[in-house]
Each structure stands twice: as C-alpha cells, then as structure tokens.
C-alpha cells in the first residue's frame, strides 16, 4: 500500500491533477494511517468480532491496492484534461460573488442556528424532521454543502471581495465549528479541514498567479492538524456529556423533551472524560479516571480512538470479508432507495439509504429512525461488493462518467466564467464524495441532484438580487 501510494504521488508531481490530489489525500488519511495503526493497537478493530480465515485480510488488501491503482489510471486517463481556470471577472460578475457569499453565509448561519436549538431540545436530531418537503429542503441546503462552495470561492476570489465578506464568511465558518464541536460531532474538525484543502489544492495547481507558497501551505497543515486534534477531543468530550449524563438520545428515543445548554457544561470532567471509550457514535460508559492515572502514557489512548474514528481501511475489510454485507449492498436496493429518496411526501419500498440500513444491521442497540447514523462502505468496498474483481473496471468508468457529467455540464456555460467555476467545484465535490464511500444512492441524491439544485438555486437567487439591485438603485 505504501509503495503505491508513494508511487502514485511522485507520478503526479509531473501530472498536476487535483483529483489526484484529493484521492491522495483521502488514502492517506483514511486508509494508510489506519493500517500502519492497526500494528501499533492491534486489538482495536470490530474485525475482532469476526472469524476471518488466515489470508483473507491479505487478500482483501491485495485488492484494495490494485483498486487504488486502477481508480488512479482512471483520474489520470479521463479526468487529466479538467485545469482549473480562474478568469478576470468584470464589475457584474465581482457584485454576483459577492452577493453568493453573503447568499451561503447566511444559509451556513440559519443551519447551523437551527441545528443547535433542534438538538437543544433533544428535537429533530435524533428523531429527524416529519415533514418530509421540510427534511428535503433542509438536506438541499446543507451546511456541508454550503461550505464545500463558499471556502473555494472566497480563497480563489479573495482579491476582489471586501473585509465585510471576509468577516461574514469566516463567522459562519466558526460558529459551524464550533456549534459543531459543542453538539458532539467529532468528525467536524477533520471535515472542515477536508474542506478547506479543496483550494488550497486548486491554488498550487493552478496558474502562477494564483499560487501559494510551500512554506504558507506547512504552515497551515500544522495549524488545521491542530484544530482537527482539538476539535476531536472537544466533540468527544460533549458527546459524552450529552449522551451519558443528560439522557438526550434516550428521551428523544421515549418521546420526552429534555435539554442540554451551556450551563450544563460547566460540569465537564477530567480528561478521563476525554480519552475513554472507542468506537464510532455509540452510548459507551465512562473510564473511570483511576485506570487513567496508572497509564503511562495519556497519548497513545487518544491516538488509538483517533485512528479507530478515520479507519475506513477497517469499513473496507468489513465490506470486503463479511458475507453479511452482499445481500444488503446491492444495485437493486441501491434502486429502491434512490426512487424513495426523490419521491417527496412518500416512500414506494420503505428503504433508506443503504449506509444507514447496514449500520442498523450491524449495530443491534440501534433504533431505527432515531441518530441518522451511517456506515461507511467505502469506495473500494462497494466496488468488490457490486462487481466483484469487475470493480477494478468500475471504478475507472465512474471516473469516465464524472468527466462526461463535467463536460455535458461546461458546454451549457462555455460563456459564463463563473459558471465555470461552480461546474468546476460541483465536479470536485461528486468526486469526492464518491471516493469517500457513502454509497451510490446518496452520492446520486444528496451530491449530484441535491447539490445541483442547491448551485443552480443560489445563483438564480444572486442574479435576482443584483437585477432588483440595479432596478432600485
């Protein structure tokens, strides 16, 4: 696996290809790190709990890696010809990014209000939202969603905007961080910094204007590697706080309202409180701090449940070795779900997305309909699971499609710059996605038709605004 992705990245130091880049990143991150940790912490794994055959872990990762060799020939041979193209706007087009800015902001900002007074009172969070257009609506404008948008354009077009948008952008940046730490998601930090490496990957391959230097760039991975180990440490800290000690999860399971507030974490305990427990996003009892003192060492523990957090070797081995998962991940469940998911007001098969199915599947204490939780089944994994070693084929293929999509979609804005760009980003984001292995109904849904909603809606709103604009004033 190392000699590979070695391998790999020095042949894109001549080939300059974001997409390249981003896989680089995700292997890296998800995969690599993770298996060099499984030497390190050998007993934490879920794959304990199966009874694996000597050789089957080799060979699934034999298959992993000719995956990730054959997934990075597909980048290289059909998505090699997409350069990203930073234009000269005119005064219409600077006035139309800005109003777009303020446009995501303020959404960011209205999410990420009602996220927190949903989970506040224990309401919608766990439960999800009854109205189904209202649950659509919310999911078309995701704060995720949003944030893959709006940190591109203010890094790539941040000489022609003003403090005042800088300042509005990089607030809603902050309360959807912090709102997001204080609500338990440990997965925040690590996220957001996914994000922000979208540009900063797009500034060093693209022309030299708008290039950054080396040296700003180490500089700002030792900063987002630090926000991503605190931000892993306070969101596991108020998961704990809120799931074990406020009964938020089991009053909304019961139908009770309950509460969590800022008060309520004054009460935070040691840093027992912090490093206990693995696992994903389960309920898990408390270390108690007296096995904490008697550790010789206070890292390693929180390095252990770090890696076990990003380990999506262990989601593809699962994937890839547990028979259990061949009849759940399908291309005919992959069917149903996605012709219930664009069905608003009802459902025709009653099948949620495949990710959420298996994690009730694996996760027996689970209840349906309560914590929208998902499993990841990896890119890799969904390939051996629908095709077999045909996937080796897939996955190339699929990189072929994203260059069709990106193409079909350019032609339809060859003469307007900034619709470029967001074809641009649109393209980034379903690839990413993709590679980030939620399934292919959510990427079908959520990021290609959701997230084409969402682009085409904020920009018809942008035009709208600056046409009332001139009109009035």
């Known amino acids: 696996m190392v000699l590979a992705f070695a391998y790999s990245v020095l042949i894109n130091q001549q080939k300059n290809n974001p997409f390249v880049d981003i896989l680089h990143i995700v292997f890296f991150v998800f995969y690599l790190i993770r298996a060099v940790a499984l030497l390190v912490f050998p007993l934490n794994s879920d794959l304990l709990t199966l009874q694996i055959p000597a050789g089957t872990i080799s060979n699934a990762t034999i298959f992993l890696i000719l995956a990730f060799i054959s997934l990075v020939v597909g980048c290289h041979f059909f998505l090699n010809r997409m350069p990203i193209e930073i234009w000269p706007l005119n005064s219409t087009q600077v006035s139309l990014v800005r109003i777009l800015i303020w446009i995501i902001a303020v959404s960011i900002l209205i999410n990420t209000i009602y996220y927190y007074e949903a989970f506040a009172t224990c309401n919608n969070v766990y439960t999800g939202i009854s109205n189904s257009a209202l649950a659509i609506l919310q999911s078309i404008f995701d704060s995720w969603r949003s944030l893959l948008i709006l940190i591109p354009i203010i890094f790539l077009y941040r000489g022609v905007i003003s403090n005042v948008d800088r300042a509005l952008s990089l607030g809603a940046l902050i309360l959807f961080f912090l709102i997001g730490i204080f609500i338990g998601q440990k997965s925040t930090a690590l996220q957001v910094v996914l994000y922000t490496l979208f540009p900063a990957i797009l500034a060093l391959r693209s022309p030299d204007r708008y290039q950054i230097k080396i ?5 700002y991975a030792a900063i987002v590697f630090s926000l991503i180990v605190a931000g892993y440490i ?6 704990i706080i809120h799931l074990n000690d406020y009964g938020c999860v089991t009053g909304a399971i019961n139908g009770e309202k309950s509460s969590t507030n800022f008060g309520k974490l004054l009460q935070l305990g040691g840093i027992d409180e912090i490093l206990q427990g693995r696992g994903s996003i389960e309920m898990t009892s408390k270390m108690n701090s007296s096995s904490l003192k008697e550790s010789l060492d206070l ?8 890696s076990y957090r990003s380990g999506y070797y262990d989601f593809f081995l699962e994937k890839y070795i547990n028979p259990a998962y061949s009849d ?34 694996h996760h027996q204490g689970a209840i349906p309909g309560t914590m929208m939780n998902s499993e990841q089944i990896t890119v890799f994994g969904e390939a051996a699971l629908l095709f077999g070693w045909g996937g080796l084929i ?9 260059a069709f999509l990106h193409k079909a979609l350019s032609r339809q804005v060859r003469d307007y710059k900034l619709g470029k760009i967001f074809v641009y980003l649109f393209t980034l984001q379903i690839f990413y996605y993709w590679i980030e292995g939620m399934g292919l109904d959510m990427l079908l849904v959520l990021h290609l038709l959701y997230t084409g909603i969402y682009m ?5 709103i942008a035009w709208g605004t600056l046409w009332v604009y001139r009109k009035l004033f």
């Open 299 to 306: 890292v390693l523990p929180l390095l252990e449940g770090f």
């Open 456 to 460: 085409f809606g904020i920009l018809v």
């Open 328 to 361: 759940l991940i399908t291309l005919k469940q992959y069917s149903m779900a996605i012709i219930d998911k664009v069905t608003p007001g009802f459902d025709v098969f009653n099948v949620p997305f495949i990710s959420r199915s298996i994690y009730y599947a």
């Open 215 to 219: 040296g700003k760039l180490m500089l």
């Open 234 to 239: 306070m969101g596991k800290t108020m998961r």
């Open 394 to 402: 897939y996955l190339p293929l699929m990189c072929w499609a994203i």
